[in-house]
């Protein structure tokens, strides 16, 4: 596996493709990062990437694996990522032959 992009490249990417300056790019992207934590209570969906959802955790029992003492976990509210289907077909698609 390569290098996962930076910030700074991915704006770089998206300033050459649309003929914008790497500044109003690097903008864009942080709105965008803003706006979805703004909006991820409500569900925040990027079209053909995903939508960030707020899930409930019930409350459980667990085991701290050092002790082996059972613990009370409470319940919670956490972020979770659901990739769409077109984003997980594009990418998990097979190489196509020359």
């Known amino acids: 596996m390569g290098k996962s992009m930076t910030k700074s490249q991915v704006a770089a990417h998206l300033a050459s493709k649309f003929d914008l300056k790497k500044k109003v790019a690097t903008g ?42 059972q613990i009370h976990i409470p319940a919670k509210t956490v972020v979770k990522f659901r990739v769409a289907k077109a984003a997980k077909e594009a990418i998990l698609a097979p190489p196509k032959p020359f």
């Open 28 to 69: 864009i992207l942080e709105e965008m990062a803003e706006l979805s934590y703004r909006e991820a209570k409500n569900s925040f969906t990027l079209p053909g990437i995903g939508k960030l959802v707020l899930v409930e955790r019930k409350a459980r029992m667990g085991r701290n694996p050092a002790t082996g003492e």
